[in-house]
């Protein structure tokens, strides 16, 4: 029997870690529109974690809008308006005295209700989770080294000394 536990365990910790560090920091650094990078607060980095739950790895985040730094958010409805002002804050964001901060984030939300955000018009896919969570970096970062790591344990059962 083989107790590949520890090193598959091992694999898929230092894999996780991976994933997490580099939303993380694709949330606080990733230039994805002219604006410059997703981060304002820190709170949607931090909210970002994984979990290895019995046969399975979950990378999530506790940040209910953590797709919308992905895909942008589509057309179609207000937002709180608590949301904007908050966004507006938090960035932030002075306006020039012309215009009050609540007529500003009616304005923000009317455009976002009307045209959706910058990252959705220009196709969504800003790489902040996708750079990570795709086939191709999962294959290279955790199936490669999966498949080696079992490779090398049969191996060393199969090829064991006799008087070992």
């Known amino acids: 029997m083989l107790d590949l536990s520890l090193s598959f365990f091992l694999i898929v910790e230092q894999f996780a870690q991976a994933v997490v560090k580099g939303i993380k920091d694709n949330i606080k650094?990733?230039?994805?529109?002219?604006?410059?990078?997703?981060?304002?607060?820190?709170?949607s980095e931090e909210s970002v974690y994984y979990k290895i739950d019995a046969n399975r790895l979950i990378i999530a985040s506790t940040w209910a809008y953590?797709?919308?730094?992905?895909?942008?958010?589509?057309?179609?409805?207000?937002?709180?308006?608590?949301?904007?002002?908050?966004?507006?804050a938090d960035k932030p964001i002075i306006p020039d005295g012309v215009i009050s901060v609540k007529s500003l984030a009616f304005l923000i939300n009317r455009s976002l209700k009307e045209k959706g955000s910058l990252?959705?018009?220009?196709?969504?896919?800003?790489?902040?989770?996708?750079?990570?969570?795709?086939?191709?970096?999962i294959h290279k970062n955790l199936t490669e080294k999966l498949a080696k790591e079992f490779a090398k344990e049969i191996s060393s059962k199969l090829f064991k000394p006799v008087n070992a």
């Open 29 to 43: 650094n990733k230039q994805v529109t002219p604006f410059g990078s997703m981060h304002t607060t820190g709170g």
């Open 66 to 88: 953590i797709t919308v730094l992905e895909d942008g958010r589509k057309p179609g409805k207000f937002a709180p308006p608590e949301v904007i002002l908050k966004w507006i």
């Open 119 to 137: 990252i959705w018009r220009q196709g969504g896919h800003s790489g902040i989770i996708s750079d990570y969570i795709n086939q191709a970096y």
